[in-house]
């Protein structure tokens, strides 16, 4: 079993930024991708960004630009910096592990294993 815990998350006003942090423990499979979902109020649960265990990337195109996802394996911990926070950024951000291949970089839920309890975003105008 693989637990995730986030942090970070918090009010801002637009045009600022957070960093969110994911940690992983327990038995984390030998390759995995970790990513960032967001769910805002009324809507499905959406894609953000991707990092494969070789750290290829993707993001959404909503946040391409403005988030940078990285990831630590030493640590087993994956960070998502948000810069140029908008309101309609606002949602609880969820990180999210896929055992895959080295260079795997899911964009589905479905293709995710593990989940995060999720972090509280809020941008103020």
């Known amino acids: 079993q693989v637990q995730l815990i986030e942090s970070g998350g918090g009010l801002v006003q637009a045009g600022g930024s957070l960093r969110l942090s994911c940690a992983a423990s327990?038995?984390?499979?030998?390759?995995?991708?970790m990513g960032w979902f967001r769910q805002a109020p009324g809507k499905e649960r959406e894609f953000v960004a991707v990092?494969?265990?070789?750290?290829?990337?993707y993001y959404s195109d909503s946040v391409k630009g403005r988030f940078t996802i990285a990831r630590d394996n030493a640590k087993i911990t994956v960070y998502l910096q948000m810069n140029s926070l908008k309101p309609e950024d606002t949602a609880v951000y969820y990180c999210?592990?896929?055992?895959?291949?080295?260079?795997?970089?899911?964009?589905?839920?479905?293709?995710?294993?593990?989940w995060g309890q999720g972090t509280q975003v809020t941008v103020s105008s």
């Open positions: 990092i494969s265990w070789s750290g290829n990337l």
């Open positions: 999210a592990a896929a055992a895959g291949g080295y260079n795997y970089r899911p964009r589905t839920r479905n293709e995710y294993d593990y």
């Open positions: 327990g038995r984390t499979p030998s390759w995995y991708a």
